[in-house]
């Protein structure tokens, strides 16, 4: 019954997440899903993409969602950034008709980019496509280095997967090869970066690999 | 409609924690629920656990609950401890039901403790009771200290909160009055901890309160 339940789930949240390309595509605003653990530093990655995309020109809007609370999105806004507060009340992933619900809220003429922070979560947020041209999957170092076999569906979904806290490296029992090696077993096409979001490292090389999406 | 299913799937689940409860109480078992995000560091504890709580003459069995794969489940039998792997094919938690089909795979009169590493999730584990005894949430260092605020639920249910990868601590901007804090002010009964798991430190404290339990 519960399976049943799903799939209708799914079925809606597909058709609301293609009118949300056709509508993105019209107004040229490439939508970013950024997807990760609580604590991967996903809100810490977003600050510093924000800014990177501003030297080159390109103007963002973040929607922010959370189980709870506003936390991040003060954040965000306190960067003068637009942003909108998401919450789910509970529920652990967000769903295309809340950013159809969402999208009004900005000027489409003024952004170039609109990223979501999905809810912390390698699990939910995988399964749900919610408007986005890409979606990118955040794992810190401090995770460990067995979560691709154990979230598969994240990064096998994935176009991107970034390294965070990349800069804790040396402190931690860490394979990196490992990581490597399981992501494009189960994605032979996802591109893999290594961040330090606090000192900007690594986003440059995200940066680069975005901008063919803004020259259409 | 989303919403009416999960109420109706969240009754049939107590029926079968009530159920599980008495059987456990009967052959006077213990059940602990560890819950924490991907990388808290939940079987490296429980491994930590399991030893202290074998010099002190109490022997434990393992169920591993995984998304997908058994790598954790083998790392536990390797020890020799008993242990039966839990997939959930894509869900977010463990229900009652799973555990009630796996409790005759354990010789119940050999054992006094069951401990669950529930799915690695802040959001949908809290939500279930599972036959469990004791709810506990990990919360490693290297996530930061905002969590309690960004997933109230997990710890408003939890009887304890063990703070792991306590050994990082001055490696990362980490304010653990925060945390304490926003533990305390949504569930003022809850125990906080302090862990090392890789050198056992802070897990005695965790086995000292935990005794009471195996003496009724």
Chains 1, 2 share one sequence.
Not at 38 to 48: D, E, M, R, V, Y
Not at 85 to 94: E, K, S
Not at 98 to 106: G, Y
Request: aromatic fraction near 6%.
């Amino acid at each position: 019954m519960e399976i049943k339940v799903v799939r209708q789930i799914l079925e809606w949240n597909q058709n609301c997440h293609d009118e949300l390309q056709e509508e993105l595509n019209k107004k040229k605003v490439v939508m970013i899903n950024i997807m990760g653990s609580p604590g991967a530093g996903k809100t810490t990655f977003i600050l510093s993409l924000i800014n990177k995309l501003k030297e080159i020109g390109i103007n963002s809007a973040v929607i922010e969602g959370d189980v709870a609370g506003q936390i991040d999105a003060e954040t965000i806004a306190s960067q003068g950034i637009p942003v909108v507060q998401l919450n789910t009340d509970g529920a652990c992933h967000i769903e295309a008709m809340s950013i159809k619900n969402i999208l009004p809220e900005f000027n489409l003429e003024d952004i170039q980019v609109i990223i979501v922070e999905n809810i912390g979560n390698l699990v939910c947020p995988a399964e749900f496509d919610i408007g986005e041209h890409l979606k990118v999957a955040l794992l810190s170092v401090p995770e460990g280095d067995d979560k691709v076999n154990k979230y598969p569906l994240m990064f096998m979904r994935s176009n991107a997967l970034v390294i965070t806290k990349y800069d804790m490296k040396d402190y931690f029992d860490y394979n990196e090869k490992r990581i490597m090696d399981e992501a494009k077993a189960v994605n032979k096409d996802i591109r893999i970066f290594k961040a330090d979001s606090r000192k900007g490292t690594g986003v440059q090389d995200f940066v680069a690999w975005l901008r063919p999406l803004f020259n259409k």
